[in-house]
């Protein structure tokens, strides 16, 4: 099994470009999260889904889009870049996390806007 | 947005001693608590995931309890060595299927 499989491992952005920031699973997890992890804060929720077709915001919503019409894929959008969205991205998933199951994570995407 | 407090932020600790730290959170609407290693230049890999009030979980020489009702886990090490220098991540969950992650303790074993 591959896991959560991330793409790009890095990314430097101007400010204003767009990008997708890939995310596929191979485990049939209903639940998948992008998360950002930024010094010092920790990791922060930007998006969650709970299977294909439902999606909802975290704890970081603005300037990211996601959509999951897959089981197997959550791509994150950056619609605008801007400086600060320069930070290390998360892909995780799991079985529902109210199953008391632990998340897989992927490998991380670093991302620098200029 | 919840508050997770994890402490120490840091620790440095020589090989061979044990040691622990603290995670603590909000006691009402509980569902599970989750503890994560994170080395660095690699992903979060979940060490444990406790529903239980006095729950015990243990992996090799590390194991974790967990008090619901005060809002409290501690993760223990024993015999630490190099190979256990991690960041210790915990988080949360209050049955709406989000995990809230603590800042982490940063765990740093001297040779």
């Not at chain 1, 890939?22 to 920790?42: I, K, L, T």
């Not at chain 2, 509980?30 to 729950?55: I, Q």
Request: charged share 15%.
């Amino acid at each position: 099994n591959a896991g959560v499989t991330q793409t790009p491992k890095f990314q430097v952005l101007k400010t204003g470009q767009s990008m997708t920031l890939q995310c596929a699973q191979d485990m049939n997890h209903e639940y998948m999260s992008w998360y950002r992890q930024d010094p010092g804060m920790g990791l922060r929720l930007i998006h969650y889904s709970v299977g294909a077709g439902i999606t909802d915001q975290g704890e970081v919503p603005n300037g990211y889009n996601v959509s999951r019409s897959t089981t197997e894929d959550f791509p994150l959008r950056l619609l605008s870049a801007a400086p600060s969205q320069t930070s290390v991205y998360f892909c995780a998933s799991s079985l529902l996390p109210a199953s008391g199951k632990g998340y897989t994570f992927g490998s991380g995407t670093r991302l620098t806007v200029v | 947005i919840l508050n997770v407090e994890q402490s120490p932020q840091s620790l440095h600790v020589q090989e061979g001693d044990s040691t622990n730290f603290t995670c603590s959170f909000p006691s009402s609407n509980f569902y599970a608590l989750h503890w994560y290693r994170w080395e660095t230049a690699k992903s979060p890999e979940a060490l444990f995931v406790m529903t239980l009030n006095g729950d015990e979980k243990k992996k090799g020489r590390i194991s974790a309890t967990l008090n619901t009702k005060e809002g409290y886990s501690y993760l223990y090490i024993k015999g630490s060595q190099p190979e256990d220098s991690a960041t210790y991540l915990c988080a949360p969950n209050f049955g709406n299927e989000k995990l809230t992650f603590g800042t982490g303790t940063r765990l740093t074993i001297i040779p």
